[in-house]
């Protein structure tokens, strides 16, 4: 990519990067004040940013919005840009640094002028951060919109946002970078591992540490799903061999969890975002409150009472949340009713319907159940939002941890209403594989088919169009056309949900492994298609996301950590429970249990010291590490050194 | 103080800080070369303090060693050696910031040249991190002594000690501010709050963090002894009201262990040692290897294998504490043995002496037990050394743990049985009574009186010898004799026994409180006590201690964690044992234990909500530790943009 050369040529005269889109009864002179903003050198509070309206497409309509506008930089402004960010990059010696103007020279891969030395998501991530941080001088509201209140120091992109004058932000893709991804990622046919380093380039490290984990999490289930299979096809009551099974099960995921941790430090050291620091964090767009001054930065901002949010989380949001837990549990007693109607009218007179009857109420619950995590969804965003934080992650902390409870709750209470009140193995067994299965179908159509089946409807209207008017040749859209294609495509909404389907999926591995070995194969094969799935829906279904640095996969580290705990407690249970087991006790049942619970807080213990004793770090890295740090602890020395003699030369 | 002039004036032309102890048979080179290298300036590799021999003592006899060696230092390279060690004060705007020359002025206290604006422990500190760092040039070995090889970097001083040329190295203590702050801390007769800050100035953070948080447990435990006295009193046999002690006490204890945190992290913050940056660790002075190059710094120094180090722990420290603990419950066999023997003596014929008799077994026990302790301890000591650790910080983490095993295992597998396996409440009262009462007067008794008796032969010896000589009329030593007296006394090993023993004694309360409440009431009388025979040996005993800056109380609070989470399994358990408690499920113990595990669980969980819940730092703190990183990143940003604006007009 050559900057100020357009790869279109026809609208441009840099490469655009980023679109801003506005509603289309913006006032014009908030758009000419907008753009001079972002135009403006830095010195009097501007971006340096270039930026162009897009020209009208060829199927101009009269609905078309004309208010998008392309935004690029120049390579010195995007080296300047990737020195503010803190962005690391390799250095000549091969460890990480942060890169500086200064020695950009001593870089790796910085050739000539430094083209090609960004990546293109990084280039975007760095406008979106100098767009973000574009803050208001003396202006008390947006010109021409009285109602969009400005101050000083507030960012004008989050106010223009909040106030619904800006509609959307988002990169472009990049077509030929995108189809040499999409073949190395799931096109070519030969099973081979993700291109993680690609990935990341093209969408950045938040996702590619959600790719790197869906793979580590597939293999790491491969032995289990290996042991599982004879289990499954030898030994289906054979609760002894069951034991071994599950402790090693136990085992097994407490070590991977560990090891992931190493995997994604290693991975997040060589992406440059380990040592990273974090930038002050800003109120997210949404955030109101009164007028007043931060204590930490001294500036005006809306402060909200932190007592007052409390106050809102324990009154309401929790009730609600534990409201919604209720009729969760409601709505599966009337599942079991209708499970126990099927199965009295198949016994009354079994024929091949009465049997197929047998699984509907599964399958109608298995439904129920995702249509009641959605509308939950939603409710959690409402309340979320309502609650007011003013940090995104706090916000984005709250949020997950609401979903994460209720789904928890909503996929795995039958299961334990079934192993542990009915303690009906078989039954078990058979929801297990029915709810898996059912939920695995539903997300690969509601997640990557459906979506990709509207977005290909319209992508087919928009070349017709296009068409009709131009007689084209190849298949390429034009710039204007292109940009307007992926300003309608859907908008990722980011990893939440992927993970949080992969969290479920541990769930139905890990909790009740000792009963179902099986679910272990059908998870990796799940996993398999997944990636394809979610690796395609990336590439085709959704608009570009902006990357996000990211240096490990956060709060999914504990939740997965909370969910093998768990399944150590069940596990125990299941196996205290089970006629073999409890044969070997015959006299007493208390003795039985106190074995049982014993082996399960020696195994608690257990995992705890192991989690202990791996190292979040792997010893090279934090070698590494520790070289930096002793280099700018030393270095620092000197300066003192050297100022302390002139010093002394001074007086002398 | 004022620098330059000594307090005494007789001896030293400078305030002696540190006192320095040769060998006496070192080589008059070899002293020659250290005390150059001490007095050398710092661009030529010196360390630029002021040292001087110490003269005969008054008391002089040819046992005396001369070797004695007074080091000081002018303000100046106090204040630059206050920078290099990365000393955080107290900013003109009330926040603490690291300590720089340049801006001296700009930070509270500091008057004119300022003097008294360091504590006379920060000097030490300085001094004694300024020694540490001074490290050999081109010697390959100390002149004189062949034997004591040196390479380029390594520390001076840590050749001298692992050769033993180097006896000692101690700060001197400060006669007038020792009796100011021994009258504050527990010569005046009303009770009040410990006199942190000043212990802090005296003896640094680390001791000033222990009492800080002897003081705080011991507050901490008054709740509980007060609800406790009334169900000694009263209730001695009603279980249902001890199930509210219990939960009451399982939940108090964890709350006082955070809010602890939030406590020392006050404390840490207003001495400065919260923000403080670690330098880098050296080897400890007996870590020995191959030379070869470390690869953080790229210095020569010998390098030790961890493979080796690991197999050292797995395969003989690991076996080797097993093997005690194995003989620790032998002697805890024959300790019942014992019991019976005097139980069935007291029972055939009671009389007064049988009934004395009936608690010698406990008693001599716990003699067994403290002797048991001790030897373990050499042997621990003896092992963690073997197992050769670069790291001071390493090797007392594997001392704390292996000690930290043995005396919990030591302490209460006694407890335990009784509990468990014997099922005998009563007995478990009265043992744990019996312990705790001898094990407190036994530690009183080691820990103050006998090294304080010891102490006050040795000085009285000295004031004869003294007095033998010269008519004094006032009761003050000279400086010579002073030093060599200090000299003479105890070293003091660090916190490591007294919060060992808090450690225990937190264990009495914790994990039987359901049956002996009165605990409580016995560890707080005990701390009071603690807190004055502390302080006094703190101040009369023992050498000066290094001042040692500390954030936290480090491994403790993991100890003391992990202590309070054994509580919640052993109290659950002793309820679910109690005959009230069996009364409510008359016809299933079954029940009785489901019960009594899920509530344990619940408990358990609850706990790891609560820790997560309240936060480790206090809002006021976290909002002041935000402002700092806040400014310095804005720092950075407008240094590179003056920067960028400037390269800007050099183009121009």
């Known amino acids: 990519m050559v900057p100020g050369v357009s790869t279109d040529g026809s609208t441009t005269s840099f490469t655009p990067l980023v679109v801003l889109e506005l509603a289309s009864d913006t006032k014009q002179e908030a758009i000419a004040w907008l753009l001079s903003r972002i135009r403006d050198p830095q010195r009097t509070g501007g971006a340096e940013l270039l930026v162009e309206q897009l020209g009208p497409g060829d199927g101009g309509s009269e609905k078309e919005n004309p208010n998008l506008f392309l935004v690029g930089a120049t390579w010195d402004r995007l080296l300047s840009g990737a020195e503010e960010v803190g962005l690391f990059k390799e250095f000549s010696d091969g460890s990480m640094r942060g890169f500086t103007c200064a020695n950009k020279h001593n870089f790796k891969h910085f050739e000539g002028d430094g083209d090609s030395f960004l990546t293109m998501a990084e280039c975007q991530y760095i406008i979106k951060h100098e767009l973000d941080t574009l803050r208001a001088k003396d202006e008390t509201h947006v010109p021409g919109h009285p109602r969009a209140k400005l101050y000083p120091g507030k960012s004008i992109i989050r106010r223009l946002q909040s106030k619904g004058i800006l509609i959307q932000v988002f990169p472009l893709h990049e077509k030929e970078e995108l189809k040499r991804l999409s073949y190395a990622w799931y096109q070519k046919m030969k099973l081979s591992f993700q291109p993680l380093d690609d990935i990341r380039h093209y969408y950045g490290e938040g996702q590619a540490l959600y790719f790197g984990f869906l793979e580590y999490f597939t293999f790491a289930l491969v032995p289990l799903a290996m042991i599982g299979v004879p289990y ?31 995997c994604s430090t290693s991975l997040a050291y060589s992406w440059g975002t380990l040592s990273r620091k974090k930038a002050f964090e800003e109120p997210r767009p949404g955030f109101h409150g009164v007028l007043g001054f931060n204590p930490v930065t001294g500036r005006e901002e809306p402060l909200y009472s932190n007592t007052k949010r ?34 009295s009218v198949h016994d009354e007179e079994p024929t ?8 509907i109420p599964s399958v109608i619950y298995a439904v129920v159940i ?35 409870v209720f789904n928890f709750f909503n996929c795995f209470a039958s299961l334990f209403y079934i192993a542990f009140v009915m303690q009906d193995m ?3 067994r058979q929801s297990l594989a029915t709810l898996l299965i059912t939920s695995q179908i539903l997300n690969q159509v509601m997640e990557a088919f459906l979506p990709y089946w509207l977005q290909r409807r319209r992508n087919k209207k928009m070349m017709r169009k296009v068409q009709k008017r131009k007689a084209m040749a190849d298949a390429e ?30 769930g139905y591995v890990s909790l009740f492994s000792c009963v179902y070995p099986l679910a272990a194969v059908l998870v990796v094969l799940n996993n398999i298609t997944e990636v394809y799935s979610d690796a395609f829906k990336m590439c085709h279904v959704f608009k570009r996301p902006f990357s996000e640095p990211a240096a490990n996969i956060g709060v999914w580290q504990l939740a997965f950590e909370a969910m093998s705990v768990i399944a150590v407690v069940t596990n125990c249970s299941l196996i205290g429970m089970s006629p073999q087991v409890k044969a070997y006790f015959p006299e007493s049942e ?6 049982t619970v014993a082996i399960e807080h020696g195994l608690l213990a257990f995992k705890f010291i192991l989690s202990f004793i791996i190292p979040d770090v792997p010893k090279h890295i934090q070698i590494k590490l520790s070289r930096l740090e002793f280099e700018s602890l030393e270095a620092l020395k000197k300066k003192k050194m050297l100022e302390a003699s002139e010093l002394t030369k001074g007086i002398q």
Chains 1, 2 share one sequence.
């Not at 009154?315 to 599966?332: D, G, Q, R």
């Not at 409710?379 to 992650?393: P, Y």
């Not at 208390?590 to 074995?595: D, E, P, R």
Request: charged share 15%; aromatic share 20%.
């Open 352 to 359: 091949f319907w009465t049997g197929i009857l047998l699984f």
């Open 590 to 595: 208390m003795q039985l249990i106190l074995w």
């Open 426 to 428: 078989v039954l078990l």
């Open 310 to 343: 409390q106050l809102r989380i324990y009154l309401v949001s929790l009730p609600f949340v534990l409201l919604c837990l209720y009729l969760s549990l409601y709505v599966m007693m009337i599942y079991f009713l209708m499970e126990g109607w099927a199965l």
């Open 232 to 262: 499954y096809l030898f030994d289906w009551e054979n609760y002894d061999k069951y034991v071994v099974f599950a402790v090693f099960n136990l085992v097994w995921c407490t070590v991977i969890l560990e090891l992931w941790k190493r």
């Open 370 to 404: 995702e249509i009641m995590n959605l509308v939950y969804r939603y409710a959690a965003e409402f309340l979320t939002e309502w609650e007011n934080h003013r940090l995104e992650s706090s916000y984005q902390n709250h949020l997950v941890l609401k979903v994460l």
């Open 477 to 506: 859209l034009p710039l204007a056309e292109q940009v307007r294609l992926e300003a309608d495509m859907s908008t990722y909404l980011g990893t939440f949900d992927d993970y949080l389907e992969l969290f479920l999926l541990f």
